[in-house]
């Protein structure tokens, strides 16, 4: 449901540690419909926001002041749609870069008559790095990271995108007492997003030491559900900012 968090020719983090750099997602072949299409002609313009290496204005950009929560990857948009409809107080910055997905979550958001989402179509990495103050300015009250690549050979697992040094950024740019919310249905890699936010000196488990109770606001997608059913688990992360 998520960017995944590389390709062959990556993207960079601004890290000199990275010895290899990452973006936040793959590029996926896919057709765009003819609903996908003309929800970009119709409300594309209002919804989209154009990639520039500037901060954002939250309060220009959504046209209120209200807690703004950055998902990392939407995947068709289903849960990002649910959950800006639950959460009608909070505004939703959504990173995407497949094009048939934007297009989905901009028709969900004319059917559904969603005001409080906008859509950045460009690598997430690069978002945080240059439109998201941190420290003291931190803009974000939440971040939702759902069903990242889990990247299951052991040999590719540093192209996964959440590592340290991008959740450094991420928490830098957490207001205090802001949230990060992460999902996989992949254990090893559950794993490693618990150990990597647990090492992070400016977040803290929620949970305790393990992993969180699903919250009531992340529906269960179809494929969640299926894969329930065939005895998959998932593992929910939740992190605050201190």
């Given at each position: ?15 000199a540690s990275y010895h290899r750099t990452i973006r936040s997602f793959v590029l996926r072949t896919g057709r765009t419909t003819a609903g996908q299409a003309r929800a970009f002609a119709d409300v594309g313009p ?197």
């Amino acid at each position: 449901m998520t960017q995944t968090p590389n390709s062959p020719e990556p993207s960079p983090l601004s890290d000199a540690s990275y010895h290899r750099t990452i973006r936040s997602f793959v590029l996926r072949t896919g057709r765009t419909t003819a609903g996908q299409a003309r929800a970009f002609a119709d409300v594309g313009p209002q919804f989209l926001l154009p990639y520039a290496p500037a901060l954002v204005d939250f309060a220009a950009v959504f046209n209120r002041e209200a807690p703004t929560v950055l998902e990392i990857g939407f995947g068709m948009g289903e849960a990002t749609a649910h959950i800006a409809s639950v959460m009608p107080g909070k505004n939703f910055l959504c990173c995407e870069v497949h094009t048939p997905g934007v297009g989905a979550l901009l028709k969900r958001i004319d059917e559904q008559g969603l005001r409080n989402i906008r859509i950045l179509q460009h690598d997430a990495v690069e978002v945080i790095d240059h439109m998201l103050p941190a420290g003291d300015l931190a803009s974000l009250d939440g971040a939702h990271i759902f069903f990242p690549d889990p990247w299951h050979k052991k040999k590719h697992n540093k192209r996964r995108l959440i590592q340290a040094p991008l959740m450094a950024k991420l928490a830098a740019r957490l207001k205090p007492g802001g949230y990060l919310h992460c999902a996989t249905d992949w254990q090893p890699y559950a794993e490693q997003i618990l150990a990597v936010l647990s090492a992070e000196p400016l977040l803290h488990n929620t949970a305790g030491s393990g992993y969180a109770p699903k919250p009531d606001y992340r529906p269960l997608t179809k494929f969640e559900n299926r894969g329930i059913k065939l005895g998959h688990g998932v593992w929910d992360v939740v992190f605050e900012r201190v």
